[in-house]
């Protein structure tokens, strides 16, 4: 598990490798949230960044599951 540092909060991460794409990192639809403001716009530049780097985002419940579930779960999301 990794943990990203935004607004000086704490949120779970996990980088996942799918077959097809490599490695991928997957994180929290709370730190989602705080990226941007009421008008769907970054609140920061550090928020753009942060949010490059997510490939998708999960309940905090689901970052828990593990890599092999969470893969399977994102897959049928996005298909």
Do not use: C, H, W
């Not at 990203?4 to 996990?14: G, L, S, V």
């Not at 403001?37 to 997510?54: C, F, L």
């Not at 309940?59 to 092999?68: D, K, N, R, T, V």
């Amino acid at each position: 598990m990794e943990i990203i540092q935004f607004q000086n909060r704490e949120f779970k991460a996990k980088e996942i490798e799918f077959p097809e794409m490599g490695t991928v990192l997957v994180s929290t639809n709370s730190l989602n949230e705080l990226l941007l403001d009421k008008n769907g716009r970054y609140v920061s530049n550090e928020a753009i960044s942060v949010d490059e780097s997510i490939f998708y985002f999960v309940e905090e419940s689901e970052i828990e599951l593990s890599s092999y579930e969470l893969m399977n779960l994102i897959t049928s999301n996005i298909r």
